[in-house]
């Protein structure tokens, strides 16, 4: 419902064209413009004021999502090379759960007995599954590990990934950003530009009842 609301608080916030005229290029190419590029059908349709707006918050969002990409990544590479520098861990490998195994176990010992474990959880009574089990999912050769003590493990390593979390939420922020905003170009570019015959049937209008905002739609 968050997403509701915020469309139709964009939507209402738009900045209105005093001297609109109408555009005889197909509507259909402008919509398609605007998924592309928000803000591009506006100005196909001569909405000079919103079409800049949505074209330059879309720059914005773009700007903020590489440049946080960016760092997410960066950090994220550094964790890696302090585990290669104080735990001998072997960075080549891509899967996502070795490096989380490394935020929580000094040692490939200790991850591999935790292993042993789940697989007697799991097959309590067949050895051969549990053997299978255990050297699917153990680490063993040069992918093991051993952190030269628990500061670097914590202090270093975890708090280094930690932080290229955080920035990868702000980074799915900025892809709903992205998204959110082509769907009010979308939506508008349908329903609310000037002289479009529906748009002027629809209307945004606070509720008397309770707090909120409610859709009209006037036939006529």
């Known amino acids: 419902m968050n997403l ?8 209402t916030s738009l900045p209105k064209e005093s001297n609109y005229e109408p ?5 259909g190419i402008s919509v398609i413009s605007s998924v592309v590029i928000p803000g591009s059908g506006q100005l196909i349709n001569n909405a000079q004021k919103r079409g800049e707006a949505m074209m330059w918050l879309d720059g914005v969002l773009w700007v903020s999502y590489a440049s946080f990409s960016w760092y997410r990544n960066n950090r994220e590479q550094d964790a890696r090379l302090i585990a290669k520098k104080y735990a001998d861990a072997d960075i080549s490998i891509k899967d996502p759960g070795y490096y989380r195994a490394l935020e929580r176990y000094n040692n490939t010992e200790q991850y591999n ?26 680490y063993f050769g040069e992918s093991q590990w051993q952190w030269q003590s628990d500061s670097f493990r914590v202090y270093l390593y975890w708090q280094t990934r ?4 955080q920035v990868g939420m702000t980074v799915s922020f900025l ?3 992205l998204v ?8 508008d570019c349908i329903f ?5 015959g529906l748009g002027k049937k629809i209307e945004f209008l606070p509720t008397k009842a309770q707090p909120g905002i409610e859709l009209r739609y006037r036939p006529r």
Do not use: C, M
Not at 23 to 27: A, K, Q
Not at 162 to 165: G, L, T, W
Not at 180 to 187: A, D, E, F, K, T
């Open 175 to 177: 892809t709903a950003g």
């Open 192 to 196: 609310f530009l000037p002289g479009k």
């Open 23 to 27: 555009s005889r290029i197909n509507p």
């Open 113 to 138: 007995e935790d292993i042993r474990r789940r697989a007697r959880e799991l097959y309590p009574d067949d050895p051969d599954a549990q053997r299978r089990y255990f050297a699917a999912h153990g």
């Open 4 to 11: 509701v609301w915020a469309f139709a608080l964009a939507i």
């Open 180 to 187: 959110l905003n082509r769907i009010v170009s979308l939506l």
């Open 162 to 165: 930690r932080s290229a979390r």
